[in-house]
């Protein structure tokens, strides 16, 4: 875990790199030309873009590449615990040391660079070095000049769901839904396969205006839908049916991302039987995530569950809000959110719902909001609401004998930090 830490302060104190987001494409071309193209070395390249649900799909797909015998690297981000997770290389993750290697290796360019666009190209130089069938990779905050829209030829791209998230990356006369929408697919290749996620009725429309001219084949949500029959969910499209039989998911939404990647999978020709059995497996660390042991789970009498979920974005909100109005027991949250979001937009959603809130910031994270900030919005949106100066002193806040859960929510990083704590 140190060395992860330190190689996150080896990038942010780089006099070359910069921890701000400043979206053009040249610089990391440019570095790719001086690599010798590693880019396209990367065959069968599946990008996912979009504002909630890139990881979900992105694993789920993983999962099921995987579990029919063939291979795939991935790039994720954030990572949670670790460094490593950004980079999956087939059968294991890439070392400390190759990573640190490859910044090295980066650094003598001297061209300056943003953080993400370093991660990029780390990804990058080591997965054109793997046999995989497939590589897997998640875009940043948009899509247009993103360090990820690099690759000439990509077998598909996957667009989750679409909303406001990304506003703050926009200029100040263009944060709109409407611009969000067309950075994210007005750029997507031509003469490829299009995914276009569950989205809001309008966003879809949207979303048919921007690639009305794109000579993909473009799949839209309505080419399949989750089923009820008998209490139990199932995929469903012209030619199949897969049951859904999961116990780690519990919302609309991860369910959507899930048989989102479940159309893909079955366009890879990856049989029913191999999908239908590896869904019983999947589950998303730090999202809907249950602590059943581990320190911080010690810490709660056995009536009390805690459940850590890195929703940050309304639509996230909603959906957690949605799952969470089901639960009978009473629910209690410790709250988190990173100063480039919409606090007021999110805890709005949950009215009603918690007990009471503890706002903490966030560990190691200076551009997170203050416990004391987040207890204000929560304070005007009329929530019984306390700040405490860490997780420990949250759970001592809200601990006792009660049958209660427990929700951490707000940002991943903080989820991160408790996993790692657990």
């Known amino acids: ?6 190689l996150y302060k080896l990038l942010a104190n780089h006099k070359l790199f910069n921890k701000t987001i400043n979206f053009d494409l040249k610089r990391t071309k440019f570095v790719l030309r001086k690599l010798n193209h590693p880019e396209k070395k990367l065959k069968n390249v599946i990008n996912f873009l979009g504002s909630s649900g890139k990881f979900t799909t992105l694993y789920s797909l993983k999962c099921f590449i995987e579990a029919n015998n063939q291979s795939s690297t991935t790039y994720i981000s954030p990572s949670l615990k670790d460094i490593k997770e950004r980079f999956w290389m087939g059968n294991r993750y890439l070392t400390h040391k190759e990573i640190r290697d490859s910044i ?21 130089l080591n997965a054109s070095k793997q046999n995989t069938d497939y590589h897997l990779i998640e875009a940043g905050a948009l899509f247009a000049k993103d360090s990820t829209n690099v690759f000439d030829f990509p077998i598909a791209q996957v667009v989750v769901n ?17 611009e969000v929408i067309y950075q994210k697919v007005g750029f997507l290749s031509n003469f490829t396969n ?45 030619k199949n049916i897969v049951k859904l039989k999961n116990q780690n998911i519990h919302s609309k939404g991860l369910l959507e991302n899930l048989c989102h990647a479940i159309k893909i999978g079955l366009d ?23 602590l059943k042991k581990g320190k911080i789970k010690n810490m709660l009498y056995k009536n009390e569950q805690i459940m850590i979920d890195g929703a940050h974005a309304e639509a996230d909100a909603k959906n957690l809000a949605s799952y969470l109005k089901d639960i009978e027991k009473p629910k209690y949250a410790i709250w988190t ?25 966030i560990e190691n994270e200076k551009n997170c909001m203050s416990a004391k900030d987040l207890k204000s919005i929560a304070q005007k949106n009329h929530f019984n609401v306390d700040a405490a100066k860490n997780l420990d002193d949250a759970i001592k806040k809200i601990s006792s004998r009660d049958k209660k859960l427990i929700i951490c929510l707000g940002s991943l990083y903080n989820v991160g930090n408790i996993l790692n704590k657990n």
């Open 1 to 6: 875990m140190s060395q992860s830490i330190s």
């Open 194 to 238: 299009i995914y276009i996620g569950k989205q809001s009725t309008y966003v879809l429309g949207k979303i048919k205006q921007n690639l009305k001219d794109n000579k993909s084949k473009i799949n839209y949500p309505n080419s399949w839908k989750i089923i009820k029959k008998n209490n139990k969910y199932f995929y469903y499209d012209r």
């Open 337 to 361: 959110m990173m100063k480039n979001k919409e606090p007021d937009l999110f805890i709005k959603q949950f009215k009603g719902i918690f007990k009471k809130i503890i706002t903490i910031p």
């Open 104 to 124: 090295r290796l980066i650094e003598k360019l001297k061209v300056p660079l943003t953080i993400f666009e370093v991660l990029t190209i780390v990804y990058i």
């Open 162 to 178: 679409i909303n406001k998230q990304h506003l703050n990356f926009l200029d100040k006369n263009k944060k709109t839904l409407d």
């Open 268 to 290: 890879l020709k990856i049989e029913k039987k191999v999908i239908e059995k590896t869904i019983q497996k999947i589950s998303f660390e730090g999202r809907f995530q249950y």
